[in-house]
């Protein structure tokens, strides 16, 4: 049986023009900080990694809307549980944090529930 009481969140990812004009050193900083959001969102508390999707081997370039290049599903108990992982954009520091995670990338939640078949 399934816990219908928690929220099911697809986590769009977009990669943005910022990360594409960065230098190498830059992007090495930028993809750690992306490390750290994904981990600080499968650890915010009641939260449950379902599975991840990369497309950055055939999506090419910043990704504005969809198509995004990445995806991230997971189970999580309420609205506020789904604010917080979003605000790790706003709050992640880029290397030395004169710059945070937003300013490479983007976050969009879709949030629903599990679409149970029934025969």
């Not at 219908?4 to 900083?29: H, M, P, Y």
């Not at 990704?63 to 790790?88: E, G, I, K, Q």
Request: charged share 20%; with cysteine.
């Amino acid at each position: 049986m399934t816990d219908t009481s928690k929220l099911r969140v697809l986590f769009c990812i977009g990669v943005n023009q910022n990360f594409f004009d960065a230098t190498a050193d830059e992007a090495k900083q930028v993809w750690a900080a992306f490390g750290q959001m994904l981990r600080g969102i499968v650890e915010l508390p009641g939260t449950e990694l379902i599975g991840t999707f990369d497309d950055d081997r055939s999506m090419v370039g910043p990704s504005a809307s969809w198509p995004w290049t990445a995806y991230l599903m997971a189970d999580v108990p309420d609205l506020d549980t789904v604010h917080a992982a979003c605000n790790l954009f706003r709050t992640v520091p880029v290397g030395d944090g004169t710059y945070k995670l937003w300013k490479y990338g983007k976050v969009e939640a879709r949030v629903g529930r599990e679409l149970l078949i029934q025969s």
